[in-house]
Nanobody, 123 residues
């Protein structure tokens, strides 16, 4: 069974940085897709960044140039490096995975989800 566990959230001042981690287990194929999503109170869940089976990445316009998604295949761990954080980045961040979504930022396309980790950016 595929399991997803996020870590690395916390509180930071605007302009600061955080790195989120996502440990994925249970796949027999190392070439899986992963997406990072976030949901702020009262708002819909939105896609932030994704990496596909071949390592290609995609980003929401709101985070391009500030966030970087990466994958350590040896550790089966994904990272979301978040720089130049803004108060509007405050949300609960979720990691999700599936085999064939090919870098999608659409949450409905992902099968397996973690419990999320809170990121709070103060002004």
């Amino acid at each position: 069974q595929v399991q997803v566990v996020e870590s690395g959230g916390g509180s930071v001042q605007a302009g600061g940085s955080l790195r989120l981690s996502c440990a994925v287990s249970g796949y027999t194929d190392s070439r899986y897709c992963v997406g990072w999503f976030r949901q702020a109170p009262g708002k819909e869940r939105e896609g932030v960044a994704a990496i596909d089976r071949d390592g290609s990445t995609s980003y929401a316009d709101s985070v391009k140039g500030r966030f970087t998604i990466s994958k350590d295949n040896a550790k089966n761990t994904l990272y979301l490096q978040m720089n130049s954080l803004k108060p509007e980045d405050t949300a609960k961040y979720y990691c999700a995975t599936d085999l064939w979504v090919d870098g999608s930022l659409v949450s409905d396309e992902y099968m397996y989800w973690g419990q999320g980790t809170q990121v709070t950016v103060s002004s």
